[in-house]
């Protein structure tokens, strides 16, 4: 924020900048929660199924919410405000339209990052944050067990929503570096005869690499609480449960994207 440089004097110009700074820096979650708002409302998707820039009223409408409140078009104004201004969307002729980052939050994109939203923006991986300063003066090792009283994976094994949460968020990012890597980087599988994938999640990755080099044997390796929700494995493609810090199955390579 620009302040006028006139007679407020000097030190109080200072003071002035550096506590809008700070307001600047607490308020910085409302760009995150009114993602997760607008997300969770669908407004990507309804803007998308529109088809031509959406007015305010046109969006309101569409919207599951409470249309007896008097106030609601002006809240869904300054909500599509914040988010104009963080690059989500653009206004065109009174309409509201996508921009190439929001496309990555329609829910069926290919590339969708919904669920990586989901699960970074869940209480459950929030709360970690408001124990920070207590972990720097604790002796555990993350700030998720200082929350939760267990670590994150074992969490997971017990909260399958969470862990499903969890599994589906890590695989947001499987088809674009599946796609990259099969067509750009091909060479990293010439003369292989089989991979494992440690900790490959619910194996969405290693399932598109069993797909483009069939001559190839693909083990997906994970806790067995992950194996157990994966679907049934292809011809050149198995899922084992473990754990890697005991043994992990061999194979000519080994992948580990952590
Ligand atoms: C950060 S995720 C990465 C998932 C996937 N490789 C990716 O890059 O999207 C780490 C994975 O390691 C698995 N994992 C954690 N501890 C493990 C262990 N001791 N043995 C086997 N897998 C483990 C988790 O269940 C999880 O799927």
């Known amino acids: 924020m620009e302040l006028p440089n006139n007679d407020i004097g000097e030190k109080n110009r200072e003071a002035l900048a550096a506590q809008a700074h700070i307001w600047n820096q607490i308020f910085n979650f409302i760009s995150s929660m009114s993602l997760k708002?607008?997300?969770?409302?669908?407004?990507?998707?309804?803007?998308?199924?529109?088809?031509r820039p959406m007015t305010l009223s046109d969006l309101v409408d569409a919207l599951s919410i409470n249309n007896n409140n008097a106030?609601?078009?002006?809240?869904?104004?300054?909500?599509?405000?914040?988010?104009?201004?963080?690059?989500?969307?653009?206004?065109?002729?009174?309409?509201?339209?996508?921009?190439?980052?929001?496309?990555?939050?329609?829910?069926?994109?290919?590339m969708s990052m919904i669920p990586f939203l989901q699960l970074q923006l869940d209480p459950i991986m929030m709360s970690p944050?408001?124990?920070?300063?207590?972990?720097?003066?604790?002796?555990?090792?993350?700030?998720?067990?200082?929350?939760?009283?267990k670590p994150l994976y074992e969490y997971a094994e017990k909260e399958?929503?969470?862990?499903?949460?969890?599994?589906?968020?890590?695989?947001?990012?499987?088809q674009f570096v599946a796609s990259v890597m099969t067509e750009h980087c091909k060479?990293?599988?010439?003369?292989?005869?089989?991979?494992?994938?440690?900790?490959?999640?619910?194996?969405?990755?290693?399932k598109a690499f069993a797909d483009a080099?069939?001559?190839?044997?693909?083990?997906?390796?994970?806790l067995p609480h992950v194996i157990e929700e994966c679907d049934e494995g292809i011809k050149n493609l198995t899922y084992v449960g473990g754990d890697m810090f005991k043994s992990i199955p061999s194979a000519n390579a080994i992948l580990l994207k952590v």
Not at 37 to 51: F, K, V, W
Not at 160 to 174: G, R, V, Y
Not at 191 to 206: C, I, M, P
């Open 129 to 149: 944050w408001h124990y920070l300063s207590k972990w720097f003066q604790n002796e555990d090792s993350t700030p998720f067990l200082t929350a939760h009283g």
């Open 160 to 174: 399958p929503k969470f862990s499903c949460l969890f599994n589906e968020a890590m695989a947001t990012d499987a």
């Open 37 to 51: 708002c607008a997300i969770q409302l669908g407004i990507p998707d309804i803007i998308h199924s529109h088809g």
């Open 71 to 110: 106030k609601i078009q002006d809240c869904v104004y300054r909500l599509m405000r914040i988010l104009i201004q963080a690059g989500f969307f653009i206004q065109e002729n009174e309409g509201y339209l996508l921009t190439p980052t929001s496309r990555l939050l329609l829910k069926d994109d290919p």
């Open 213 to 222: 080099f069939p001559q190839i044997n693909f083990t997906v390796f994970d």
């Open 187 to 206: 060479g990293v599988f010439e003369g292989l005869k089989s991979l494992v994938d440690v900790g490959g999640g619910n194996g969405a990755l290693t």
